[in-house]
């Protein structure tokens, strides 16, 4: 058995013929554009988005192929990653039919994007030490076993997950493994996204919402073969990243040394909090991290929960989270928002 793309593809996405939009149809430069309906007068801003944006986004995924390596044709481009993740539901998983393997404690989103597409979840807990059960993944397997997600550096848990096991997926599995890199940036470990020429199944999911600090213009990136970015296209809404997304996308990645002195100086953050937090009675353990955030084991996740919130001071709670019972997930802020949490936590004792 090897891996076979027509195999794993929806019918119906197979026999799909696309929405071709104007932007589709007429691609060359033009004095007087009257195909799209548009309001040729202009738009009531200061700026002008009178006109639909380029829909492959070609700019921003030149400039990607630049700093990123990867062709641009291998990359596909998001209303955050958050929509290659439901694209690749809605590609590969036949509603009440096929079914996907996820590895908790990891991201949330693939399970609710496989709820919303009516997909079965198989789940495969990681290990104690939060790496792959390669054995259980193995039984889990069955022939309608279409994506594999792993999450490295994974979220909630913050540490990467062994290569070599990542790749004994890969090499065995028929369907897609997908990696979600959305933490790369921090991570001592390599990237998978220069695999791609030796993994036919592999797809790599990024972001600019995190380490790029663009949250807010949802741009997520997707890495994988041509084939398979060409589905993702045909399947995407005509027009999925907007016009101010990809103008503001592509002037920030004209700054890439800003986002590496910020990268570092989160990571001497990160460093500086784990120092700090270790000194309290309540921190029973703190994973190492590969990311812009750490998971802290403590004594009492619902108590200083909710004692932080008093405080203006919000974390993340997972608490209830299967393999994460008492722990609270903080992410790395500036210097002086991580000065206060830890002294609200020194108070935590008084209050
Ligand atoms: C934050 C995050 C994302 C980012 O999603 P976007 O839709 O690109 O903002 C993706 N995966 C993981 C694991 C994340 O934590």
């Known amino acids: 058995m090897s891996f076979n793309l027509n195999t794993i593809l929806r019918p119906n996405i197979k026999n799909l013929k696309p929405y071709s939009s104007a932007r589709d149809e007429f691609k060359g430069e033009a004095s007087v554009y009257l195909d799209a309906n548009e309001n040729a007068f202009g738009s009531p801003l200061s700026q002008a988005f009178h006109r639909y944006p380029d829909p492959m986004a070609y700019a921003v995924k030149m400039r990607l192929s630049e700093i990123k390596g990867v062709p641009a044709r291998n990359i596909f481009l998001g209303n955050g990653s958050d929509e290659a993740i439901d694209i690749l539901f809605r590609s590969f998983c036949n509603p009440g039919v096929d079914n996907v393997i996820i590895v908790p404690p990891t991201y949330g989103m693939y399970e609710v994007s496989a709820n919303i597409n009516d997909v079965q979840i198989k789940r495969v807990n990681l290990t104690e030490d939060y790496q792959l059960n390669l054995e259980g993944i193995a039984e889990a397997i069955d022939k309608n076993t279409k994506l594999i997600f792993i999450c490295s550096p994974n979220n909630p848990t913050g540490n990467s997950i062994k290569r070599e096991d990542i790749e004994t997926l890969l090499a065995n599995f028929n369907g897609l493994v997908v990696i979600d890199e959305a933490y790369i940036n921090f991570s001592r470990q390599k990237t998978f996204i220069q695999e791609l020429t030796e993994y036919a199944n592999l797809v790599v999911l990024q972001t600019l919402s995190k380490a790029w600090g663009l949250a807010a213009l949802r741009v997520g990136m997707a890495f994988a073969s041509e084939e398979i970015i060409e589905i993702f296209n045909k399947v995407k ?16 990645l004209r700054n890439v040394d800003q986002v590496n002195d910020w990268i570092k100086e989160i990571l001497k953050e ?4 784990v120092l700090a937090l270790r000194n309290f009675d309540f921190v029973i353990d703190i994973y190492p991290s590969d990311a812009n955030f750490v998971l802290v084991k403590t004594a009492d996740a619902d108590g200083i929960y909710k004692y932080l919130t008093e405080k203006g001071i919000i974390v993340r709670n997972r608490n209830k989270v299967e393999l994460c019972e008492g722990c609270l997930r903080i992410t790395v ?15 935590l004792k008084d209050d």
């Open 270 to 273: 990160r460093d500086a909090l």
């Open 333 to 347: 802020g500036t210097n002086k928002e991580n000065q206060a949490l830890i002294n609200s936590l020194k108070k």
């Open 237 to 252: 809404p005509p027009y999925n990243v907007n016009e101010a997304s990809q103008k503001f996308a592509l002037e920030a």
